[in-house]
């Protein structure tokens, strides 16, 4: 009989402990399920969010210059205190626009370039403190380049295709220097920097501009943030669509030719 409970006792053990294992088992398993779960809803979050910031980024490219009015909008100088003001009225106007920055200037104003980059904007290089490139050695330039464009593919994650030098001095016999990247130059300048005056640039750009133009000015002026805010509309009134120079030049970004871009007519 004492043998009997000892054999009773210990299956009733071994059903227990069988229990609990399964028990534990299960809940294991449901809480792995669980994880899984989790991580496949933050892939599907994750991607997600880098499609929609792909798909900002790419919004410009679907413009048909070739069929369409296009204007290219450049603003040199930055990133500066007023770019988030240029890029509210952008972002409201559904337009795109380029921008030139000077290297100098990136560490102060990290979260501008960054949305600059993700409303899909062209950021370009404006050498690293906005000096005249046909007045220094070779070295320097590439220096004024390389520093540049290290700084705002750390900031972006792409290295920039556009150099914009300074006063628009870099002679074709230099091109060279500059690896590969795509000069932009311009076709209507409104002379902001010198007549800052809202009213005077707004005239300026309007009675000049025309199909294929590349219209420059600086975003480091009130009065030129001011005048925008009327140039934009006005001229998306008039049929223009205002897109980025890659896209009005169809520039490849794995491989950007080596020309001087100032208008659609005017590519050197």
Known sequence: MKQNKVVIFFLGTLLASIIIANIISYENKAKNNRQLAIASQNAVANEKEKNNSTKTANDSKNTDCKNKKCIALTFDDGPSKYSNEILDILKSNNAKASF???????????????????????????????????????????????RT???????????????????????????????????????????????????????RVMQAVANGNIVISHEIYQSSIDAYKRIIPDLIKQGYSLVTITDMFDIDLADPLLKAYYSTNKIL
């Open 149 to 203: 464009n290290d700084e705002i593919a750390r900031i972006t994650g792409q290295k920039p295709v556009l150099l914009r030098p300074p006063f628009g001095s870099l002679s074709s016999d230099r091109f060279s220097l500059i690896g590969k990247m795509s000069v932009v130059q311009w076709s209507v300048d409104p002379d902001d920097w010198k007549d800052k005056d809202a009213n005077v640039i707004y005239d």
């Open 100 to 146: 030139f920055y000077i290297g100098a200037h990136l560490s102060s104003h990290v979260n501008e370039v960054k949305r600059t980059s993700t409303e899909g904007h062209d950021i370009g290089n404006h050498t690293w403190d906005h000096i005249n490139l046909n007045k220094i050695a070779d070295t320097q330039l590439q220096d004024q380049i390389n």
